[in-house]
């Protein structure tokens, strides 16, 4: 469910958001222990942007960063509501505005 973007469109910070705790959520289903490294590469973004992003991720008590990164409840809320709401604008045709 992956939208193909411009060099020139941005992510919100939502969807910046979004994109890192899915990547969490994705390494801690394989039952290996959650790197920041590859949630970098599979958020695609530069190493300093995701450390500040997952500071304010865990500000905001949506995940841990020890011993590894992993998810709280409130990080799973949001991915699963962020989820949905993705979901219904792109059916609606609202994406492409």
Known sequence: MSIRRSKR???HK???YYDILR???NEAS???EVKPTRVQFQSNMAYDKL???LTELESKQMLQKTPSLSLTQRGHEFL???GVVKELVQKLGLDKI
């Open 9 to 11: 469109d941005k992510r």
């Open 14 to 16: 939502l969807e910046m």
């Open 23 to 25: 990547s969490i959520s």
């Open 30 to 32: 394989n039952d290996e």
């Open 51 to 53: 450390t500040q992003y």
């Open 80 to 82: 699963k509501n962020y």
